[in-house]
Antibody, heavy 114, light 112 residues
Framework: QVQLKESGPGLVQPSQTLSLTCTVS????????VHWVRQPPGKGLEWMGR???????YYNSALKSRLSISRDTSKSQVFLKMNSLQTEDTAIYYC????????WGQGVMVTVSS | DVVMTQTPVSLSVAIGQPASISCKSS???????????LNWLLQRPGQSPKRLIY???KLDSGIPDRFSGSGSETDFTLKISRVEADDLGVYYC?????????FGAGTKLELK
């Protein structure tokens, strides 16, 4: 049974760095890619970036300067770090994996506020 | 970036009636492999998105055959043959051919 679970702080101060973890079970990070997607309250979905099964990464150009995705295959975890957070980064952050958008975590709500 | 234009923005349908959603891409979604990486997802209220269809027309496991996907190149359609109450929510198309992947803005399906 495939599961993805996001974890991280619910509140981040403006200009600070967001760190999120996606813990995967039911498949290997060396077999399938994991993507990060976010959704501001009441709005649509935005693709942020991908950790490919071979370790390659690709980022949304709009976020590239602030975003970093890494992984620890031994722990089946994928990490997202995004710096210089602003209020417009307030969103539910999802990780999704398997073939594109097949399996989703429940999401983690991140609020950027002082 | 590939722009995915979804129409309509909202759709009001009676139970048992059909529904259709269009998704048009700003460039061809045929990849170098010859495959077309167009997906349809449903996000029910308060839930994570769920993939319904991948590669234009392939139904994910457990998805009823009331759902169907069709299209090619830049023009794609999701059809529901008979809407049920469980189908309510926001539908998104997602292209996974070109980086960055991009979503349509969503179509909200409501009951009439």
């Amino acid at each position: 049974q495939v599961q993805l679970k996001e974890s991280g702080p619910g509140l981040v101060q403006p200009s600070q760095t967001l760190s999120l973890t996606c813990t995967v079970s039911g498949f290997s990070l060396m077999d399938y890619s994991v993507h990060w997607v976010r959704q501001p309250p009441g709005k649509g979905l935005e693709w942020m970036g991908r950790m490919k099964y071979d370790g390659d990464t690709y980022y949304n150009s709009a976020l590239k300067s602030r975003l970093s995705i890494s992984r620890d295959t031994s722990k089946s975890q994928v990490f997202l770090k995004m710096n210089s957070l602003q209020t417009e980064d307030t969103a539910i952050y999802y990780c999704t994996g398997g073939t594109t958008a097949h399996y989703w975590g429940q999401g983690v709500m991140v609020t950027v506020s002082s | 970036d590939v722009v995915m234009t979804q129409t309509p923005v909202s759709l009001s349908v009676a139970i048992g009636q059909p529904a259709s959603i269009s998704c048009k891409s700003s460039q061809s979604l045929v990849g170098t492999s010859g495959k077309t990486y167009l997906n349809w997802l449903l996000q029910r209220p308060g839930q994570s998105p769920k993939r319904l269809i991948y590669l234009v027309s392939k139904l994910d496991s457990g998805i009823p055959d009331r759902f169907s996907g069709s299209g090619s190149e830049t023009d794609f359609t999701l059809k529901i043959s008979r809407v049920e109450a469980d189908d309510l929510g926001v539908y998104y198309c997602l292209q996974g051919t070109h980086f960055p992947y991009t979503f349509g803005a969503g179509t909200k399906l409501e009951l009439k």
